[in-house]
């Protein structure tokens, strides 16, 4: 069964308006999450690392103030979108570390969310 | 910085056929490898990985063999199946944070 939920999958919005996408653990608390962004035909791009209990960090060129990231919980992280534009129109999504240590572990990724800015 | 550079696609080919798909990485120090796949309509997925030289990850069929002195983690299936048709990424993990970076994916179709 799926490790990693996202909702929602797909959300339409207008110019201007705020969205959030929640991103839920469903097998095992994370302490650390990520969010990339992927566009059409193109590969995921890291947007900024979640971890639970402290301020998310963010790759560069990507405004921290524009995409809030909030990991209150071991088993949830949101991503919001704050006055969305067009060029926001992504594929979202994140992923989970299960938590244990090494570079080789595996990161659990969710279905992932279509955002449309109209 | 870090860098994965994969195959441009998208590869079509017969059921059965040979499948190679060719990744090559650039990073400082000794990086974890992996092999993701995303079928349609669905999030990513961990096919293999390898964590040190000469490790060779394996999984439904699909190999790919890390090779430091070529800094390549090539992907490769001897015969592959209709239901194989999907987006395949190349990455790399670096750092303590254990971020990854991907490579540009590569569209495979197996044609029946």
């Known amino acids: 069964g799926a490790v990693v939920s996202q909702h929602p999958s797909r959300v339409i919005c207008k110019s201007g308006t705020s969205v959030k996408i929640e991103c839920r653990s469903l097998d095992f608390q994370a302490t650390t999450m990520f969010w990339y962004r992927q566009f059409p035909k193109q590969s995921l791009m890291l947007m900024a690392t979640s971890n639970e209990g402290s301020k998310a960090t963010y790759e560069q060129g990507v405004e921290k103030d524009k995409f809030l990231i909030n990991h209150a919980s071991l088993t949830l992280s949101t991503l919001t979108v704050t006055s969305a534009h067009p060029e926001d129109s992504s594929f979202y999504i994140c992923?989970?570390?299960?938590?244990?240590?090494?570079?080789?572990?595996?990161?659990?990724f969710g279905p992932g969310t279509r955002l449309t800015v109209l | 910085g870090n860098s994965v550079t994969q195959m441009e696609g998208p590869v079509t080919l017969s059921e059965e056929a040979f499948l190679t798909i060719n990744c090559t990485y650039t990073a400082t120090g000794y990086p974890s490898l992996f092999w993701y796949v995303q079928y349609p309509g669905e999030g990513l997925q961990l096919l293999l990985k390898a964590t040190k030289a000469d490790d060779k990850g394996s999984n439904k069929g699909f190999e790919a063999t890390y090779r430091k002195e070529t800094t390549s983690f090539h992907l490769e299936k001897g015969s592959v199946q209709v239901s194989d048709s999907a987006v395949y990424f190349c990455?790399?993990?670096?750092?303590?944070?254990?971020?990854?970076?991907f490579g540009s994916g590569t569209q495979l179709t197996v044609l029946p």
């Open positions: 990455a790399l993990s670096r750092g303590s944070a254990r971020q990854l970076t």
């Open positions: 992923s989970v570390l299960p938590p244990s240590g090494g570079a080789a572990d595996t990161q659990y």
